[in-house]
T-cell receptor, first 114, second 115 residues
Framework: EADIYQTPRYLVIGTGKKITLECSQTMGHDKMYWYQQDPGMELHLIHYSYGVNSTEKGDLSSESTVSRIRTEHFPLTLESARPSHTSQYLC?????????????FGSGTRLTVV | GENVEQHPSTLSVQEGDSAVIKCTYSDSASNYFPWYKQELGKRPQLIIDIRSNVGEKKDQRIAVTLNKTAKHFSLHITETQPEDSAVYFCAASNPGGTSYGKLTFGQGTILTVHP
């Protein structure tokens, strides 16, 4: 089934560890996004990509980095995790015509850094 | 850039009542306004959207209205049911310019429907 998949769903990791959150979509979408969702609900855009080899920083400053080597894959990496990185991370993708067709979100990764 | 304000932040209603959530946006060039529902522990899902050439759109118990002059749009849920309890997000986008269709989300509204 065409969808967007995130792994892992839950991750508990120690301070200083390097982590990669995976996001893959099978819908052939060009545009992909990473959002950080805090306990107060708000969705904060941290990275986005309009296609292969295109990545941009979002509205919320983040110490994470992203890459887009393949259309279907948009991983997010934290080189050295800290407790302040504890949050839910949501990946999304949209049609080539952009947000006129809305986003499809993944199920999210809930990250806890201890 | 675009700024979207959403009110109220929490809304509590009795089953069968109507619920209304309002959003305002700042960029007059925005022309696409979707609404997302996020149930507890689940992903946000698109429930309805409206484009700037339409003033109102309905889908069963939910409707969205758009006032381009005033730059605000609203979600209306009639005959609410407990399964409507969730967080609702509005959003706006402008396909042109530097935003290139990127959605700007409101702050979210926690809707609770009491049986």
């Amino acid at each position: 089934e065409a969808d967007i998949y995130q792994t892992p769903r839950y991750l508990v990791i120690g301070t200083g560890k390097k982590i990669t959150l995976e996001c893959s979509q099978t819908m052939g979408h060009d545009k992909m996004y990473w959002y950080q969702q805090d306990p107060g609900m708000e969705l904060h855009l941290i990275h986005y990509s309009y296609g292969v080899n295109s990545t941009e920083k979002g509205d919320l400053s983040s110490e994470s980095t992203v890459s887009r080597i393949r259309t279907e894959h948009f991983p997010l990496t934290l080189e050295s995790a800290r407790p302040s990185h504890t949050s839910q991370y949501l990946c999304a993708s949209s049609e080539p015509q952009g947000a006129l067709y809305g986003y499809t979100f993944g199920s999210g990764t809930r990250l806890t850094v201890v | 850039g675009e700024n979207v304000e959403q009110h109220p932040s929490t809304l509590s209603v009795q089953e069968g009542d109507s619920a209304v959530i309002k959003c305002t946006y700042s960029d007059s060039a925005s022309n696409y306004f979707p609404w997302y529902k996020q149930e507890l522990g689940k992903r946000p899902q698109l429930i309805i959207d409206i484009r700037s050439n339409v003033g109102e759109k309905k889908d069963q118990r939910i409707a969205v209205t758009l006032n381009k002059t005033a730059k605000h749009f609203s979600l209306h849920i009639t005959e609410t049911q407990p399964e409507d309890s969730a967080v609702y997000f509005c959003a706006a986008s402008n396909p042109g310019g530097t935003s290139y269709g990127k959605l700007t989300f409101g702050q979210g509204t926690i809707l609770t429907v009491h049986p």
